[in-house]
């Protein structure tokens, strides 16, 4: 009784700490870009803002989606190519002050890049980066738009950068990526692990988790 009282009450406090979320950042991409989220662009070839149709594709949501050389295109809006050389990058900051943690999601997909399996270290890319550091990285083509889900709790309240970024090197052109639907979740508060005592556990064993733990039993 006393064990399904408590669970009631981890239940309650579990619904008021997810309801406690933030929307730190949008970006679907249908609004003017980069203007309207605070967005910087740069490089030789950069993002832009397409839409439905470019490259003989669909947003992963919506009508627009952004592709990494929509400026600086080397083909044509049916057939899409990244230049060499190329150093694309779209960035803003975000305020995590208030938030003890967070959550990065986005959509992209790679149609085409070039493939050098680290012979020479990498190629071209598609790179995540916050302050700067890199947090998530692909150079694989991939012919649907897949999600991503991003742990932002080390950056927690505090105020960073994130930017999303196409390199490319010399040789060998190929599509790129595209980029849709890019959500940033504060959470204010870290949720509780729920652990319930075993009895016949040892009795020395110590909770490794790093987040706050609820002990039950």
């Given at each position: 009784?006393?064990?399904?009282?408590?669970?009631?009450?981890?239940?309650?406090?579990?619904?008021?700490?997810?309801s406690?979320?933030?929307?730190?950042?949008?970006?679907t991409?249908?609004?003017t870009f980069?203007?309207?989220?605070?967005?910087?662009?740069?490089g030789?070839?950069?993002?832009?803002?397409?839409?439905?149709?470019?490259?003989?594709?669909?947003?992963?949501s919506?009508?627009?989606?952004?592709?990494?050389?929509?400026i600086?295109?080397?083909?044509?809006?049916?057939?899409?190519?990244?230049?060499?050389?190329?150093?694309?990058y779209?960035g803003?900051?975000?305020?995590?002050?208030g938030?003890?943690?967070?959550?990065?999601?986005?959509?992209y997909?790679?149609p085409?890049?070039?493939?050098?399996?680290?012979?020479?270290?990498?190629?071209d890319?598609?790179?995540?980066?916050?302050?700067?550091?890199?947090?998530?990285?692909?150079?694989?083509p991939?012919?649907s738009?897949m999600p991503?889900s991003?742990?932002?709790?080390?950056?927690?309240m505090?105020?960073?950068?994130?930017?999303?970024q196409?390199?490319s090197?010399?040789s060998?052109?190929?599509?790129?990526?595209?980029?849709?639907?890019i959500?940033?979740?504060?959470?204010?508060?870290?949720?509780?692990?729920?652990?319930?005592?075993?009895?016949n556990?040892?009795?020395?064993?110590?909770n490794?988790q790093?987040?706050?733990?609820?002990?039950l039993g």
């Amino acid at each position: 009784m006393k064990r399904a009282f408590i669970a009631t009450i981890i239940a309650v406090l579990f619904v008021h700490m997810v309801s406690a979320q933030t929307v730190v950042l949008l970006e679907t991409f249908e609004g003017t870009f980069p203007q309207n989220n605070g967005w910087t662009v740069g490089g030789n070839a950069t993002w832009a803002k397409v839409t439905n149709g470019f490259g003989n594709h669909v947003a992963a949501s919506g009508n627009a989606f952004a592709y990494c050389a929509a400026i600086g295109n080397a083909g044509t809006p049916q057939n899409p190519v990244y230049p060499s050389s190329m150093n694309g990058y779209m960035g803003r900051a975000i305020d995590l002050t208030g938030n003890a943690t967070a959550t990065l999601s986005f959509w992209y997909m790679i149609p085409s890049i070039e493939e050098c399996f680290h012979i020479f270290g990498r190629c071209d890319y598609f790179s995540v980066q916050i302050d700067g550091q890199e947090i998530y990285f692909d150079e694989n083509p991939s012919l649907s738009w897949m999600p991503v889900s991003i742990n932002l709790r080390p950056y927690g309240m505090t105020n960073h950068v994130v930017s999303f970024q196409f390199v490319s090197n010399g040789s060998f052109n190929h599509e790129g990526a595209y980029l849709d639907h890019i959500v940033i979740l504060g959470q204010k508060t870290l949720l509780p692990n729920v652990l319930v005592n075993n009895p016949n556990a040892d009795a020395t064993s110590r909770n490794t988790q790093s987040e706050p733990s609820i002990v039950l039993g």
